[in-house]
């Protein structure tokens, strides 16, 4: 079921374990490299049955930080600005182990029963398998949304730069499969209607990439203050100034390793106008029109604005 689920533990964090088994996947067959759970592609080398398995036992932290959002809509860039601020709040150094939930093995899952509190743990699991524990215990999540479009173009730039994805000779392959579900994660579209559902203002906020591009300290000062952790104006521009999409990618060799440009490639508004034609662009329009519009999620993505010619 995937290189996760029998890969064996090693002194190594859990980070550069994950990391270490995407680089070594060059071989592997595009089939091989994906399988199906419960009617949803997934990463075979990253994810397996058996993490799936023990998932739905996993014990949440009422003081868990938790990050989801669909591939490719900034979960690295969150991941490390909540580093960054719990550092500041709690006094420690920025831990490197803030990988997905569903990756890894069963036993990288059990060493987060290790990790101190606040735990930041992050996901692309769309709301219905995300663990019960985390709606018991009524953790905070902050959802994170990128405009279709330019999601569609980086994760194809990403199946085609990462092993532990298959590589796509076209665009316009790539497009068919975005469109359809038939990728890691399933459907754009169905991921962000299903949070729509189910949005908790209580618990849950969410926030856009390109309203954190276009105001970086603003957008770290919202965070900080949904997660409740008091920051100063000179430590929310300290935060920010680590963070910005420039500096992550600059320190992406240390933090990823030789995939740093993968996950850290333009980080840009509007790139999709790059690839799309007329015909995708439209199809997407209606796409969004028909799971989105007058939607709270769907107005938060300023569609005209991000997403038309």
């Keep these: 079921m995937g290189g996760a689920g ?9 980070r550069a374990v994950l990391l270490e088994m995407i680089h070594s996947t060059t071989n592997t067959s595009a089939e091989d490299l994906l399988f199906s759970y419960k009617g949803m592609l997934y990463p075979s080398i990253l994810c397996s049955l058996e993490t799936f398995q023990a998932l739905e036992t996993f014990e949440a932290r009422e003081d868990d930080l938790l990050v989801a959002t669909y591939p490719k809509n900034g979960t690295n860039w969150l991941i490390q600005i909540l580093c960054e601020i719990v550092s500041l709040v709690h006094h420690r150094e920025p831990l490197p182990d803030a990988t997905m939930i569903e990756f890894g093995s069963p036993e990288i899952l059990a060493r987060f029963k290790d990790r101190p509190s606040p735990r930041i743990l992050s996901t692309h699991l769309d709301f219905k ?23 569609a173009v980086s994760f194809y730039q990403f199946h085609n730069s990462l092993p532990a994805l298959p590589s796509y000779n076209s665009w316009a392959t790539f497009f068919k499969d975005f469109t359809n579900g038939t990728v890691v994660y399933g459907q754009y579209f169905d991921f962000v209607a299903t949070w729509e559902k189910h949005f908790d203002e209580k618990t849950m906020m969410a926030i856009t990439f390109e309203e954190m591009k276009l105001d970086f300290p603003s957008a770290v000062k919202k965070i900080s203050e949904f997660f409740q952790f008091s920051l100063t104006e000179e430590q929310i521009h300290l935060v920010a100034n680590r963070t910005t999409f420039n500096s992550m990618k600059e320190k992406s060799e240390n933090t990823h390793g030789k995939l740093g440009d993968s996950f850290f490639r333009k980080g840009e508004i509007g790139d999709w106008k790059n690839y799309f034609t007329e015909d995708q662009s439209k199809v997407v329009d209606t796409m969004f029109e028909k799971y989105l519009a007058g939607t709270k999620l769907g107005k938060m993505l300023n569609y005209d604005k991000y997403c038309k010619f």
Excluded at 129 to 142: D, G, H, Q
């Design 129 to 151: 398998n995300i663990p019960k524990s985390f709606f018991e215990k009524k953790v905070k999540i902050l959802l994170v949304l990128r405009n279709p479009k330019d999601t």
């Design 6 to 14: 029998t890969y064996k533990p090693t002194g190594k964090n859990d």
